[in-house]
Every structure is written in C-alpha cells, then in structure tokens.
T-cell receptor, first 117, second 115 residues
C-alpha cells in the first residue's frame, strides 16, 4: 500500500523558534497533500491543502504566515511553524492523495508531536 | 457542508464479543465514506471505504461497515473483538461533488476491548 513518511516524529523547541515538518510519499506521487492538526482526545482539523507547484489553500482561521506550507515536488510537502509558541503545541499529521486516484482515500503519515516550551 | 457524527465517545466490549462503532453522515447526494483507526501517538490507518456498490463493505483486520442510505449511517462492525482492536476510530466523509479531496472527520470513538 501507499506509504507516507513524516519527520520528525517528535520535536521540542523553545518559544520563538521555527520548526519544519516534512511529509514524503515514499512509493507514489502525490499531487495533493493535506495537513491536519489534532488536539488531545479530539478529532483531526484540516489546516491546509497543499498542491504541488502552487500555493497552499488554508482553512478559515489558520494563519498562513505562521504555518508555511511548501509542496515543491510530487513526493514532498513541508510545514514550517514559524515563531512557535506554546499554544502551537499539538500533533500534526499529513496525508496524501495518490495522483490520479479517484476513490479518495488518503494515506496518512505517523504524525509529528510538537512541544513548544 | 458534508459532515459525520460519531455519537459515542467510548465503546467498551469484552474480547470475543461483537463490536459496533456508530457513524452517521450528512451529505447532499451520495457520499464517499471512510473508517480509519489511530493507535496512540500514531497516524491514521485506513480500514475501509464505501464509494458505491454493495452496502456491506469489508476492510482490514476483520472489520466491516454497512452503508445505510435511509438511516444515513455507516456503522463499523466486527464479529469478534480482540484486545488489540483497542484504539481510536474515526469516521470520515468526502463529498464527491466537492472540488477538494480533503476528508472531514468525526470526533472519534475510543474503543476499549477488555480481556
């Protein structure tokens, strides 16, 4: 099956620093990737849709200047949390859609737990 | 807007007994429905999906789900629960008429299977 790799799995940083999270599709091309955020014991909230070669589409209420998304190739999307603050601490999960796929299931990375001190 | 509801925060079942995790949906038209499972501090694993065809969908790890259009439900079932099935289960929907491919998730149901 399609494999999505996410790195790092855990990161701790100081307040005010920036953190980059990578999402890679290992055995397929993904024209579209999605970034979700999950708070403890809550559901996944879609943050943005990342399209290869174009600007990401952000959901309402998500600060695009704070959560920078780059989808430079068909197998890599990155999420950079800029000037992180403790309230940005969360579990971030990326997912990818197989290019040309029609049935719609998404394949998810293992998630990245960000802790901002 | 398309959405799913999972009415139960937690489901408890004894090992060997059948389990059901409930999901109802709200979509105009015919929905694409999915079930995913999440283990602690892990990403989501795809279990099964309904796109079209037979209302009873079989998926991974012995799970199945029944699409019921009249009740707008897509409940997840397994005939005999295992302790290892204990995890967080998410129902999700995508509107096939929509322009995007993102999934909208329910709040999740925590399944606890006791020995």
């Amino acid at each position: 099956g399609a494999v999505v790799s996410q790195h790092p799995s855990r990161v701790i940083c100081k307040s005010g620093t920036s953190v980059k999270i990578e999402c890679r599709s290992l055995d397929f091309q993904a024209t579209t990737m999605f970034w979700y955020r999950q708070f403890p014991k809550q559901s996944l909230m879609l943050m943005a849709t990342s399209n290869e070669g174009s600007k990401a589409t952000y959901e309402q209420g998500v600060e695009k200047d704070k959560f920078l998304i780059n989808h430079a190739s068909l197998t890599l999307s990155t999420l950079t949390v800029t000037s992180a603050h403790p309230e940005d601490s969360s579990f971030y999960i990326c997912s990818a859609r197989v290019a040309g796929g029609r049935t719609g299931e998404l394949f998810f990375g293992e998630g990245s737990r960000l802790t901002v001190l | 807007a398309q959405s799913v509801a999972q009415p139960e925060d937690q489901v408890n079942v004894a090992e060997g007994n059948p389990l059901t995790v409930k999901c109802t949906y709200s979509v105009s038209g015919n929905p694409y429905l999915f079930w995913y499972v999440q283990y602690p501090n892990r990403g989501l694993q795809f279990l099964l999906k309904y796109i079209t065809g037979d209302n009873l969908v079989k998926g991974s790890y012995g799970f199945e789900a029944e699409f019921n259009k009249s009740q707008t439900s897509f409940h997840l079932k397994k005939p005999s629960a295992l302790v290892s099935d204990s995890a967080l289960y998410f129902c999700a929907v995508r509107d096939p008429q929509g322009s995007g491919y993102a999934l909208n998730f329910g709040k999740g149901t925590s399944l606890l299977v006791t020995p």
